[in-house]
């Protein structure tokens, strides 16, 4: 069971719209639509934004959204603001009550 | 709305046991159709999901993890606890507690801030 791949950054100007990829395997993102990605920054609490692939969880501006293409799953930020800067972490079920996680993204807001 | 505290020890010898508790406020670890997870961050390699305890007391464990990790629930203190024995620095991280809805798959919807322990002689 290995890790998801996420770039370790990404960044974008106020406005502009970001998209961060997540890669797995035939195992994982490849054979499930249970992708879910969290936000978190330093010292807080993660929060979760998107859940199965591209449902927005309870209070996420529709700025972000989600969405699967093979073993490769993606978070796209539009419009982005100076607070969407944070890690963003991915994670897929895996088969058999398990998760696998992402190594995580920094996004900057330049 | 429900509040997760995590506390540990924060610094532990290798070879040692590793053990952190997670402490529910606002809601019952016991609550029907909900699962309690820790996940942890080891600086430079993301995110690592541990393991899981359902409320009907069902565990299940990270292949990577399963022989040295368990995962309990104390209804009566309304706590979660994880512990990690024979730990090496490769153990060092922020654990984090979260809860989600039952479902296998299902997300976590609620964390805790995390507690940072250390291994190290």
């Known amino acids: 069971q290995s890790a998801l791949t996420q770039p370790p950054s990404a960044s974008g100007s106020p406005g502009q719209s970001v998209t961060l990829s997540c890669t797995g395997t035939?195992?994982?993102?490849?054979?499930?639509?249970?992708v879910s990605w969290y936000q978190h920054r330093p010292g807080r609490a993660p929060r979760l934004m998107i859940y199965?692939?591209?449902k927005r969880y309870s209070g996420v501006s529709d700025r972000f959204s989600g969405s699967k293409f093979g073993n490769t799953a993606s978070l796209t930020v539009s419009g982005l603001q100076a607070d969407d800067e944070a890690a963003y972490y991915c994670?897929?079920?895996?088969?058999?009550?398990?998760?696998?996680f992402g190594g995580g993204t920094t996004l900057t807001v330049l | 709305q429900v509040q997760l505290q995590e506390s540990g020890p924060g610094l532990v010898k290798p070879s040692q046991t590793l053990s952190v508790t997670c402490t529910v406020s606002g809601d019952s670890v016991s609550r029907g159709n909900y699962f309690w997870t820790w996940i942890r961050q080891s600086a430079g390699k993301g995110m690592e999901w541990v393991g899981r305890?359902?409320?009907?007391?069902?565990?299940n464990y990270s292949p990577s993890l399963k022989s040295r990790v368990s995962i309990s629930m104390d209804t009566s203190r309304n706590q979660i606890s994880l512990r990690l024995t024979s730990v090496t620095v490769a153990d060092t991280a922020v654990y984090f507690c979260?809860?989600?809805?039952?479902?296998?798959?299902?997300?976590?919807?609620?964390w805790g801030r995390g507690t940072l322990v250390t291994v190290s002689a």
């Open positions: 979260a809860r989600g809805p039952g479902a296998r798959a299902a997300p976590s919807t609620d």
């Open positions: 305890v359902d409320t009907d007391g069902t565990t």
């Open positions: 199965e692939v591209d």
């Open positions: 994670s897929s079920y895996a088969g058999g009550y398990t998760l696998v």
């Open positions: 035939s195992s994982d993102i490849g054979s499930y639509n249970y």
